[in-house]
């Protein structure tokens, strides 16, 4: 089991012992901090939230709750602890981006139109689809920050479904619209040799993942 995995545990066991208005002010303060920045490394952040919950279980046993402990604005207190985490990587922040524009093309050259000829693709749905991925998860992940001491939470979850309405919308409409004499076509038999490639990869992606998961559930 990596760290983060090990503390991100670690803390929602000690959650279990908190009150219910502490484990709110914790959990916002969580929820907050690990928002803040998608690219910053969870192993540190995980950490410093451990060290805090635990100090606050032993404020709690000097009846003390956690904004009496923290304080009254946890909103400035994470962020000058987030000022004081590295940088994220240009590594870490590619690394994520390739993720999702790999599973953007996975799921469109499998949708791919297949005839006697061989498989059409939209290229420019290559192009448009992968960026309008990468914006609505880094708008929803923005709303969710921002939405955590707002008290009309209400206001997150419609936005939230805008985003992903306005978001399907327009992959569909991509999808679907001719390529405007941009199309590529992988012609026949070379076609089926992509898609069972494709298949093969996700069936030892698969087997790969169930593996390592059931790895560190045992470590």
């Known amino acids: 089991m990596n760290k983060s995995k090990h503390y991100l545990n670690e803390i929602n066991h000690l959650k279990q012992k908190l009150n219910p208005i502490d484990l709110k002010y914790f959990d916002d303060l969580q929820v907050y901090m690990t928002t803040k920045n998608l690219f910053f490394n969870e192993e540190v952040i995980y950490s410093q939230l451990l060290s805090m919950i635990q100090d606050l279980l032993d404020a709690n046993e000097d009846n003390i709750n956690a904004e009496s402990f923290f304080g009254n604005n946890p909103k400035t207190m994470a962020h ?71 008290r009309h939470q209400s206001i997150f979850y419609l936005l939230s479904g805008l985003l992903f309405v306005i ?47 059931k790895n560190n559930t045992q470590s």
């Not at 448009?128 to 880094?138: C, N």
């Not at 991509?174 to 069972?196: A, E, T």
């Open 80 to 150: 000058e602890i987030l000022s004081e985490l590295p940088h994220p990587r240009l590594r870490d922040q590619g690394s994520f981006i390739s993720l999702i524009i790999g599973i953007s093309w996975f799921c469109l050259l499998l949708s791919g139109q297949n005839d006697s000829h061989g498989m059409q693709l939209n290229s420019l749905a290559f192009i448009l689809v992968p960026l309008i991925e990468i914006g609505m998860t880094f708008l929803f992940i923005k709303l969710l920050h921002y939405s955590v001491y707002q």
């Open 167 to 213: 978001g399907t919308l327009l992959i569909v409409i991509i999808v679907r619209v001719p390529s405007m004499g941009f199309s590529i076509l992988i012609p026949s038999p070379w076609n089926i040799y992509i898609l069972s490639i494709i298949v093969i990869i996700s069936i030892i992606y698969l087997i790969y993942s169930i593996r390592t998961h």
